[in-house]
Structure formats: C-alpha cells, structure tokens
C-alpha cells in the first residue's frame, strides 16, 4: 500500500521552497555588491554566474532524465537567453552600480504591472479596474521611491529597463516555452547567456578593455554565492514550490524577494530606508499581490518562467 503525502504538509513544504527561494534571490543583489568590491566588474560577474549555474542545471537535467526540447522548439529559448537575459541581467547588476540596492530590487518589481500592461496589449487580456487601480498604485509608489531614493538617473533609469526587458522576456517565453520542462529551459537560458556574454568579453579584450574577474577571495565567494545560491538552488527550491502550491500562489510567495534585499541591504550595506520610501515600496508590494490575486492569464502561464534578474 502505497502512502501519498498529506496535503497539507505539500502545502507547507511548497511555500517553505518559495519562501527559500525568494530569499536565494533577494540575496543576489547584495552580493553582486560584495563581487564588485572584490574586483569584478559587471560583464565578468555574470560570465562567472552564467557559465557555472548554466553547467550545473545542465548536469542536474542530464541526472533526472529530462526531455529537451528539438528543432525550431530550441531557438526562441536560446533567443529568451542571448538576448532577453543577457539584456536584463547588463541592465540590472550596471543599476546595482549607480543606485541603492533596495532601490534597484523594487524597482526591479515593477515587472508584474508591465506585464498586465503587456498582456492587455498583445494578448487581449481585459484591464479591469481593479488592474487599473493596481497599476496606478504601482506608479505611485515607485515615484514616491525614486524620489527619496540615493541613485544617479542612470541608476533608475537601467533599474526601470530591466523590470521592462523582463516583463517582455515573461510575455515571450511563457509562448515558446509552454510543454517545455523548465529546469530545460532554466538550462539553455544560461547556456545561451554564456555564450553571449564570452561573445562580447572577447570583443571587449580586443578592444583592449578585458573584463574584470573577481580578484580577491570574498569577490569569487560572492560570484559563486550568486551563480550556485541565487541562481541554481533559488531555481531548484522554485520549481519544487510551483510543482505543490500552482502559479498564483507561488506569484504571491515570491514578493518576499525584494523585502528580502531591503531587509539584507539595510543589515549589511547601511542603506536605509526613509519613511516616505517604506511606503512607496509598501505600495509597490501591495500593488503587485493586488494584480497577482486578480491576475489568472499570462501571470499563471509566466510565473513558471521565473528565472529572475
């Protein structure tokens, strides 16, 4: 006789794996500080981050068996990785240079109100009002952020480019990757964001401006913690929380991740937080479970194609 889980303790185990994962890339910000400090520069952090988390999920798919995609199938993913992940992850880890950490996360949370925008545009989904209400206070708040914020506009500027880049990245792959196993696709993202990303370090040291690798051990510890914490395991503990608690409520769960870097970025870089940003940022994450609640559509077909900054 064979013993099935009980339901309950599915759910709790589902939500501790989202939960471990929001704080796996909640953290990715803050040692994306630490790697600079240590050395490294943005282009050779994430050709660290890429190359050694794209090998490591390809060899856990290779262990489990998975089926990967073929033919045409393979290309718009290997399109997500070159080019919209190469893109987001330029985008976010120069705004970490320019502009507070928190800062940067939250911003960077915007991306569920692009993609309602988005959705609406190109796929027909209706704008409620409700919708509509969110997204004005999504607006608002990240105003009321930017405005008290310490951070160049460069630095808000790339911030707001990546939660773009990335809402069209959501909207794109949840098409070409749906029947495709998402540890699969985790795997070719970061592959194909390798290769890009070795395309352009050669193009660089031709140039004769060679990237930066970390130089000092706390530099290649803080590379490795983004490339095997907050890539792989945040990935991992993910998949294993959708697999038991379903898109809407992992979506909601997985707002703890900027919460985590405010939180993490106060206790160990100082940054602070003024009154007026706390709300704005409060706005921003009320907003977000407010359009995740109501949302259904693209957000459940996307939240599976979670593989964050």
């Keep these: 006789m064979t013993s099935h889980p009980h339901p309950h303790a599915e759910t709790v185990r589902g939500a501790a794996f989202v939960a471990l994962s929001a704080i796996a890339f909640g953290a990715m910000a803050i040692f994306g500080r630490y790697a600079y400090a240590g050395g490294a520069d943005v282009l050779g952090l994430l050709i660290v ?40 992850s330029l985008s976010y880890f120069t705004a970490l240079e320019h502009a507070q950490a928190s800062l940067v996360a939250l911003l960077l949370y915007l991306y569920p109100a692009f993609v309602t925008l988005l959705a609406a545009w190109w796929l027909g989904e209706r704008l409620t009002k409700v919708k509509v209400a969110a997204l004005v206070l999504c ?12 951070g160049d506009p460069l630095g808000i500027a790339l911030a707001l480019a990546a939660a773009v880049i990335y809402s069209l990245y959501i909207v794109i792959g949840a098409r070409f990757t749906r029947g495709v196993d998402p540890l699969a696709t985790s795997a070719i993202v970061c592959l194909s964001a390798t290769a890009v990303l070795a395309a352009l370090c050669v193009a660089r040291t031709l140039a004769g401006a060679p990237p930066h690798l970390p130089d000092a051990p706390g530099g290649w510890a803080a590379a490795l913690a983004i490339a095997l914490i907050s890539t792989v395991a945040a990935l991992l503990c993910f998949f294993a929380g959708l697999q038991r608690l379903g898109a809407a409520r992992t979506s909601m769960l997985s707002t703890l991740e900027p919460v985590v870097t405010v939180l993490l970025a106060a206790i160990t870089l100082g940054e602070a937080l003024t009154p007026l940003q706390w709300a704005g940022g409060a706005s921003i994450l009320i907003a977000v479970l407010w359009l995740v609640r109501t949302g259904g559509g693209a957000h459940d077909e996307a939240v599976a194609l979670e593989v964050n900054q």
């Design 49 to 88: 981050r890429f190359a050694i988390a794209g090998g490591v999920l390809a060899f856990i798919a290779v262990r489990r068996g998975v089926v990967w995609p073929r033919g045409r199938a393979v290309w718009p993913i290997v399109g997500l990785g070159g080019i919209g992940y190469v893109g987001q």
């Design 139 to 150: 607006v608002a708040g990240s105003a009321v952020m930017v405005g008290g914020g310490h």
